[in-house]
């Protein structure tokens, strides 16, 4: 008899997760339940089959000041990876996006007399900002799982193999009108509504920074169409926070609470609002691709701590920070970066897209182009993803 497959993976952020539980159900079923998983992950990777090591919100993190407090926690979560790692003698070891964490363990493990094969899910956005990234990640990496066309080049060109195995986003279903309809029921809406989704992101500090703001824009935006409804899907670890910080204000912001499903079902709403939706409120970031997916125009806004922006615009190189805009090189999504994130700036944009048609249909078109270069239509990317993954371990092993 075949021994299982031993699986190490680790998933920092939900973003991540979400990956992490496609790629694992993929390689449960390509391997017809041969598998074995140990690591870190959230709630989609433990509903896969995953037993956490610890929760995975303690790498949620993002910013350089933001990072700094954590640094004894993280150093300690590091050491209990490194050794239940080490511990359960796995076949591959698989780092899902969260570099700064991910690739310390994988450069620690590297050093074993027999290390395992490594593969790290989610290239570095070398063709963005900081091109040395790929290098320096060459070191403790072999195999690279690349969600952009245009990325595996990059991974290539210093050592590294690399597939692109789409994006999950082009994967995802559009889901059916009855649904959307039974979604919006919960919430005392109905599809002839005009809905705008609230996403101030899914890490705290994020949260903490920017729902404020967006509040704020909500209330400017009523002013001038009180006709509007607001609707914030909340992702199940941070909604103390969010709730604590609606319950602040008098904002009329509703929320989408994800606490009464399993996991998927709780993604399937929150696709159903996107769906519904005129318009979204966005952090910048992968969420994008989300809304992309179900064409819902969106207008993107994002805020750090100073010394995170002074090294994003230092380092970037490219003027465009929106997945929709960059794969389309054009402008056709506004974003409302660092100081441009006013609450008057988003309430005006906002207010701009829902009164010109063209714009909209221009950023329909565009998730369009984008969700078509991203896989749309071809092999779930986690079945793609664990294909990749198995077939860089057979060319390892020959």
């Known amino acids: 008899m075949v021994p299982p497959l031993k699986v190490f993976i680790i998933a920092g952020e939900p973003s991540g997760d979400k990956l992490g539980g496609n790629l694992m159900q993929g390689l449960s079923d390509l391997t017809k339940g ?21 929760d995975m919100s303690d790498l949620s993190l993002m910013g350089l000041l933001e990072v700094i407090p954590s640094i004894p926690k993280i150093k300690k979560r590091i050491n209990e990876t490194v050794k239940a790692a080490k ?28 290390p395992p094969y490594f593969i790290h899910y989610v290239a570095p956005s070398v063709w963005a900002w900081r091109p040395e990234r790929a290098a320096k990640m060459a070191k403790s990496v072999d195999h690279v799982l690349a969600l952009l066309p245009f990325e595996p080049p990059y991974m ?10 789409g994006h999950p986003a082009a994967a995802e279903e559009i ?39 967006y509040m704020q824009a909500v209330s400017e935006i009523r002013k001038q169409r009180p006709d509007i409804k607001f609707v914030l899907p909340a992702a199940r670890p941070v909604l103390d926070a969010l709730t604590a910080i609606l319950a602040s204000g008098s ?4 929320v989408l609470d994800p606490t009464e499903f399993d996991p998927l079902e709780a993604e399937k709403r929150k696709r159903a609002l996107y769906a519904s939706s005129q318009l979204a409120i966005a952090t910048s970031g992968t969420i994008a691709l989300d809304l992309a997916k179900q064409r819902c125009p969106m207008v993107v806004a994002y805020k750090a701590s100073w010394l995170t922006e002074r090294a994003v615009k230092r380092l970037a190189l490219t003027d465009r920070a929106n997945l929709i805009n960059i794969v389309t090189d054009s402008y056709v999504v506004p974003e ?34 984008v969700m078509q270069q991203l896989g749309e239509g071809h092999e ?19």
């Open 87 to 114: 511990e359960t003698n796995v076949d591959v070891f698989i780092t899902i996006d969260s570099p700064d964490f991910c690739l310390r363990v994988a450069k620690q493990l590297r050093n074993q007399e027999e």
């Open 175 to 213: 889901p059916s009108q009855d649904y959307i309809k039974s979604v919006l029921a919960d919430l005392n809406l109905e599809p002839t509504d005009k809905i705008i989704s609230v996403l101030p992101g899914s890490r705290r500090a994020e949260i903490k920074r920017l729902l404020p703001v």
């Open 34 to 54: 041969q598998v074995e998983f140990y690591g870190v992950g959230g709630e989609m990777m433990q509903a896969a089959g995953l037993t956490s090591l610890f």
């Open 380 to 398: 779930a990317t986690g079945l793609r993803a664990a294909k990749s993954v198995l077939s860089a371990i057979r060319k390892n092993q020959k």
């Open 251 to 254: 904002v009329p912001i509703q």
């Open 156 to 165: 290539e060109a210093v050592g590294m193999s690399c597939d692109f195995v």
């Open 336 to 369: 409302l970066m660092f100081e441009k994130c006013t609450p008057s700036a988003v309430a005006d944009a906002v207010l701009d897209i829902l009164s010109n048609k063209a714009k909209r249909v221009a950023q329909v078109k565009a998730c369009d182009t």
